[in-house]
């Protein structure tokens, strides 16, 4: 099987086509928008008079960027906007210099927290120089069920930084509203502003009422007249230590007073009384559906406690935490993740105001994990039984006691535990065979270290392949063996996808290698996207997002850096894959030796191919059709080929044979003839089970005539057709 | 500050949650339930958490409708389903609806709408045994669980149309009345959203109908087929218990179509010594005998696999799998790759010395649809009466002698100890040891020899420890032995 050429990319749109999205992004004074959380944050960018937008993909943002690229031509170029899907998160915050000096809006995004760690530099700088024109950065928070990344707090940097958080509730009009905020307190405090945006949030479907989009003053197409150079700008002695006081003295007050003039935070009264609840605006519908839960609001969130719902999470704002609480003798405080950053800050206000009233928080709620329906009824619960009066309280008790009771029954008929389902490399995907070659490899010269790197190529740490020990992030698995591999008997392995050598692979790593001298081997899996996050283009793709054909080389970068040892493996050829593995483990002392593997994405290239052959087969051209199948008979039923292949296509069958104990191997229709599953059983000498079928639809007269003697010739020896 | 004074009868949305697995077009379904909800006039609001683009994970869908039009206020939609308000459940594999049990969502209140087919998950997949979990139990704790179930058999329904799952489940959704929405808007969404709308309004009205049948339409267990041995052997077999029968029947057709007849006989005079020792009322022992002997006995070497690969049918099952006819070109690549060990063991052993060295084998791509690729195949089957003399051949018949003596020792130990040939039955079990091909086969035959070798002394000295060691066999066995 051949990998996808660099210009076969170069036509192919990425993972979805946006062409509906980009008409709302077009909407006008009046009209409604339909569509998804993160599309209407769009929206709102567009409204706000942006001058540029930037960013890295990931989920759950990813769709922002890609939106953006596609509609290049109609909106972005119209408004003189300026647009790019930068290199990195560093790339993308670095942007946001265009507004320290100048009147110009812009927004960033990435996926928080880890795009938030690889922008920090820029974003530390930019928060100590502060800023003229309104700056966003947009993070797609990725935290809780099924998220990809290590679970930490968006908050420290916010509050290390000193720049203002947003965390809006999760009502679309609302929102769009709040992000058209940022600006105003980005302005008002002369500081960048971060939009956290939950995951679920950024998936979420509503409506809103949409604005005419707003051309910013200066743009591309009307520029600035002239550059401003001011050395209070820069972050040096003595303008450093200013910044640092202007932080506290006026840059996050003046944020607290717009946010208090524009009533960014809500106080949603209800029946009064004197009890409360203090969430973040993300948290709010979840808290209003476990007070419905519990007996204490309605449908609408009419509800028995008031609710003090904070869009703004940081700063805090003194004065509006006081009011809410002077009347009070409890509140709780709904703060997802970890440290409770909210709820210190709120009992030092009432510590330092001296106010009676008791802080819960993460007495009554799970101090780690994501805040979800079930997890903040159990907690508002015990609130509402603890500190309510007689009525609020036992009623809250009975029910979350009955809602328990129903759980718990309903579980009992549950046999045993459901089969864990983590994510796992597609079918026929090209990455998939580096892993069985290193597994088999490694039953050839025993276990060696294999540092893995984000993306895909991740999941052959796990089951089937389990040949990952560290990942230790974007671009980092051969820096990441740096001080690993002299400590080892066997040389070790770093697999980095293209999306992490463009990342930062190449200088921290390959790089680096060369310059230390280190003895490595690299694995590059060239799969011609980032392709986790949705098939992204990468420098080495051969187009831009928005579709300018450019191709940066991976092989050209490596040799400009005097890297010698350099193959090439087709990764669909395990024999040659793993023979070319072996000679760069042998080669101990040669330096950095560097194996790529260069076969497009699967998805991306069925994506493409499918059609076509669809189209093909309608107006009737030669079309294979191509499977591969297991004989039931020959298969032992040991299941080493699932062992080493792990194909979502390879699957379990019972065999109708009495005599087979184990079920026998089977490969179902979602095949995509990659013939891994062939290789793989050459490879460790399994069981002859599998075949390769080829039908040839539409095929030519002499194809069919050779056919046909063929088929009498079998005849003859006594096969059926 | 915000004041919301508003009211209404109804005290909560209408909750849905959709689990799926990636690939399944959950996605699409959802895009429908929006656009039909909207298009109704209901207010209502979907998300997901499809973070990552991988196609095998699971992932889920939440979806929450305010069942009156033009509300008195803004309703409060939220993303996560709970505990206790979930009406309605929609799995696109059963474990994922066991999943949703298991996380506490589906309760007696839940309608639960899943298609019945398995999908295994890896951790299923790479155990030697069998790690399936099966559905049957999962869909009678859903059975139970559950407020209601519809049962999707996806296949059946969908047989004869382009019809996919996440459109038959739309179909039932609406079905269970339980969303206020009509079919004709349904069907609406559908062809608005304009991905593949034929076979998906099909496959909506397939479910629309099953779900207002009700009818349950669990998947028929898959039977096994037993083939019958001649007539000539029916005294034979005549003189088993009824129990074993079947499977002695199937073994003999198996090993006259693998050697020949004397071969069966063979077989049936093996079996006749366990029968005679077996007392146990059950008669257990000799059907597990029956079974694994025959297998054993129909080892696989390169002959067999060239009597396999010709099977007349053959052919026309691969066609039939490919869903073309006999008239079109088809080409078959058969993956073998036959080492030393494997010729050495279909010659007789004074003539080892015509295998040259083939190093990690020969890696064949035999074009078994091709006349030369046919041929070749052909020609390995017709050595079949050449076997007999085979290394391996010799080989095999004395591990599994070894093996039926070691059987016929322990029950031995059974009947002094009274227990019903229950090591008997355990050993003959350690047969699953004899299977697979080149290494894989060699290992589990060292195994058993090296175990059968002390069989004898370790029965009289520690039979307690022998036990125990028999039984950690046979867990290995069917374990995974990445893990072990």
Redesign the interface.
């Known amino acids: 099987m051949d990998g996808g050429t660099a210009l076969a990319r170069v036509t192919q749109s990425g993972?979805r086509s946006f062409t509906k999205e980009i008409q709302k992004l077009t909407l006008g004074k009046g009209e409604e928008f339909?569509g998804e959380g993160i599309l209407a944050v769009t929206k709102a960018l567009l409204q706000s008079g942006v001058a540029y937008v930037g960013g890295y993909p990931g989920?759950?943002m990813s769709h922002l960027i890609d939106v953006l690229a596609e509609a290049s031509d109609e909106i972005l170029e119209p408004m003189g906007i300026t647009y790019e899907q930068s290199a990195s998160e560093a790339g993308a915050a670095a942007l946001l210099s265009a507004s320290v000096h100048y009147p110009l809006r812009g927004a960033v995004t990435w996926k928080s927290v880890v795009g938030t760690n690889v922008a920090s530099d820029a974003l530390s700088n930019l928060a100590s120089t502060g800023v003229k024109g309104g700056s966003l950065i947009i993070l797609g928070d990725?935290y809780g069920?099924?998220?990809?990344i290590m679970q930490e707090r968006t908050y420290t940097f916010a509050m290390k930084s000193s720049i203002p958080l947003m965390d809006p509730r999760?009502?679309m009009e609302r929102m769009v509203d709040l992000t058209e905020h940022c600006f105003g307190i980005s302005e008002a405090s002369n500081m960048p502003i971060f939009l956290n945006m939950?995951?679920?949030?950024c998936?979420?479907?509503?409506s809103f009422i949409a604005k005419d989009n707003k051309i910013s003053e200066f743009n591309a197409n009307n520029p600035i007249p002239e550059q401003i150079y001011d050395v209070t700008k820069i972050v040096l002695p003595p303008a450093s230590y200013q910044h640092e006081v202007a932080k506290f003295e006026e840059r996050l007050p003046a944020a607290a007073k717009y946010a208090q003039e524009n009533?960014i935070n809500?106080?949603?009264?209800g029946a009064g009384g004197r009890l409360g609840i203090i969430t973040q605006g993300g948290t709010y519908?979840?808290v209003?559906?476990a007070l419905?839960?519990l007996g204490a609001a309605?449908?609408?969130?009419?509800s028995d406690i008031p609710v003090f719902c904070m869009n703004m999470v940081y700063p805090l704002i003194t004065d509006e935490i006081v009011d809410f609480m002077k009347d009070k003798d409890s509140v709780l405080i709904v703060e997802e993740g970890n440290p409770n950053y909210i709820e210190t800050q709120i009992a030092e206000i009432a510590h330092r105001k001296q106010i009676n009233c008791r802080v819960h928080g993460k007495d009554m709620l799970p101090m780690a994990g994501e805040y979800?329906?079930?997890v903040v009824?159990e907690g508002v619960a015990q609130y509402l039984a603890e500190e309510g009066p007689a009525e609020i309280s036992n009623t809250a008790l009975e029910k979350n006691t009955?809602?328990?009771a129903?759980?718990q029954?309903?579980?009992s008929?549950?046999?045993?535990?459901?089969?864990?389902?983590?994510?796992?490399?597609?079918?026929g995907c090209p990455e998939r065979p580096i892993m069985s070659a290193l597994k088999l490899l490694m039953k050839e010269r025993g276990k060696f270290h294999i540092s893995m790197d984000i993306g895909?190529n991740l999941?052959g740490s796990?089951?089937?392949f389990?040949v990952g020990n560290t990942v230790l992030g974007y671009g980092l698995s051969l820096a990441s063996s740096g001080a690993i591999g002299p400590a080892l008997d066997q040389p070790n392995v770093a697999i980095m996808g293209d999306g992490g050598f463009w990342h930062n692979g190449f200088t921290s790593g390959v790089v680096n290698t060369r310059w230390n001298k280190y003895d490595s081997v690299l694995v590059i899996l060239d799969n011609g996207y980032a392709?986790?996050?949705?098939?992204h283009k990468v420098p080495s793709t051969g187009a831009t997002p928005r579709g300018m054909a450019s191709l940066l080389s991976i092989e050209d970068a490596l040799k400009g850096v005097g890297v010698k040892w350099i193959k090439q493996v087709d990764s669909y050829s395990m024999?040659a894959t793993i023979k070319v593995l072996r000679e760069a483990m042998n080669a101990r002392g040669e330096g950095l030796r560097v194996v790529i593997s260069n076969n497009e994405c699967m998805?991306a290239r069925q994506r493409r191919e499918k059609p076509a052959k669809a189209a093909a087969l309608k107006a009737g051209q030669r079309v294979a059709?191509e499977?591969f199948?297991v004989?039931e008979?020959?298969c032992?039923?040991?299941?080493?080929c699932?062992?080493l292949s792990?194909c979502?296509s390879?699957?379990?069958k019972?065999s109708?044979?009495?005599?087979?104990?184990?079920?026998v191997a089977h490969v179902d229709e979602?095949c995509v003839a990659c013939g891994n599953c062939?290789?793989v059983?050459?490879a460790a000498?399994?069981?002859?089970s599998?075949?390769?079928?080829?039908?040839?639809?539409n095929?030519g007269v002499f194809?069919?005539l050779?056919?046909a003697i063929?088929?009498s010739?079998?005849a003859m020896?006594?096969?059926?057709? | 500050m915000n004041e919301i004074k508003a009211t209404s009868t109804i005290d909560r949305p209408i909750c849905l949650l959709l689990g799926a697995l990636g690939g399944q077009g959950g996605g699409v379904l959802i895009d429908w339930l929006v656009d039909a909800a909207m298009r109704a006039g209901y207010p209502a609001q979907a998300t997901s958490t499809p973070g990552v683009a991988q196609r095998t994970g699971a992932t889920t869908y939440y979806f929450e409708l305010f069942p009156e039009k033009n509300p008195p206020a803004h309703p409060i939609f939220t993303f996560f389903p709970a505990s206790g308000d979930l009406d309605l459940m929609i799995a696109m594999e059963p474990t994922e609806a066991g999943r949703a049990i298991e996380r506490g969502f589906v309760t007696d209140c839940t309608t639960v709408i899943t298609a019945t087919e398995r999908v295994y998950s890896t951790a299923e997949k790479v155990s030697a045994g069998d790690g399936r979990i099966d559905a049957g139990p999962v869909l009678e704790a859903l059975e139970q669980a559950t407020k209601q179930l519809i049962q999707l058999d996806v296949k059946a329904l969908s047989a004869g149309t382009a019809a996919r799952g996440n459109a038959i489940a739309f179909g039932a959704i609406v079905g269970t009345g339980i969303l206020p929405l009509t079919a004709e808007d349904c069907r609406a969404s559908i062809t608005e959203k304009g991905v593949a709308v034929e076979s998906n309004l099909a496959g909506f009205e397939i479910g629309l109908k099953t779900a207002k049948a009700d009818t349950k339409t669990a998947p028929a267990k898959d039977g096994l087929t037993f083939n019958a041995a001649p007539e000539s052997f029916a005294s034979d077999i005549a003189a088993f218990p009824t129990s074993a029968r079947d499977i002695i029947g199937h073994g003999i057709d198996r090993l006259i179509d693998y050697q020949n007849e004397s071969y069966a006989r063979l077989y049936l005079k093996r079996l006749g010594t366990v029968r005679d020792l077996d007392t146990g009322a059950d008669k257990k022992l000799t059907g597990e005998v029956a079974r694994h002997l025959a297998r054993w006995m129909s080892y696989e070497d390169v002959i067999r696999v060239g009597q396999l690969k010709t099977r007349p049918g053959r052919l026309s099952h691969i066609r039939s799998e490919l869903g073309v006819d006999a008239g079109v070109p088809l080409k078959v690549t058969d993956f073998f790759k036959p080492g030393r060990d494997e010729f050495l063991g279909a010659l007789p052993k004074n003539l080892g010395w015509l295998v040259p060295n083939l190093g990690n084998g020969i890696a064949l791509h035999i074009q078994t649809g091709s006349f030369t690729g046919y041929a070749m195949l052909k020609f390995l089957s017709a050595l079949k009466p050449l076997r007999s003399k085979s290394a391996q051949y010799l080989e095999e018949q004395a591990a599994i002698e070894q093996w039926l003596d070691a059987v016929s020792k322990a029950t031995m130990i059974d009947q002094a100890a009274a227990v019903d040939n229950n090591l008997a039955i355990r050993t003959a079990n350690l047969a699953i040891l004899a299977r697979g091909y080149g290494q894989v086969r060699k290992t589990g035959l060292t195994k058993l020899n090296e175990l059968f070798a002390e069989w004898s002394s370790k029965l009289t000295s520690d039979a307690a420890s022998l036990s125990a060691e028999v039984d950690q066999m046979i867990l290995l066995a069917h374990a995974n032995p990445d893990e072990a």
Not at chain 1, 145 to 148: I, L, M, P, R, V
Not at chain 1, 531 to 535: D, E, P, S, V
Not at chain 1, 690 to 697: G, T
């Open positions: 993972e339909h989920a759950p990725d069920e099924g998220s990809s999760y009502d939950r995951i679920r949030a998936h979420l479907t509503g009533n809500e106080v949603f009264p519908t979840v209003m559906r419905q839960r309605d449908a609408f969130g009419n979800v329906s079930n009824r009955e809602i328990q129903k759980t029954t309903a579980q008929y549950l046999p045993g535990p459901m089969p864990p389902r983590p994510p796992s490399f597609c079918t895909c999941f796990l089951p089937p389990n392709a986790a996050t949705g098939q024999e998805l059709q499977k199948g004989d008979e020959v032992s039923g040991d299941h080493s699932m062992r792990g979502p390879l699957t379990l019972q109708a044979d009495p005599l087979k104990e184990t079920p979602t062939g290789e059983a050459h000498q399994l069981c002859p599998f075949y390769k079928a080829e039908a040839i639809q095929a194809r069919h050779g056919s063929n088929r010739l079998l020896m006594g096969a059926k057709q």
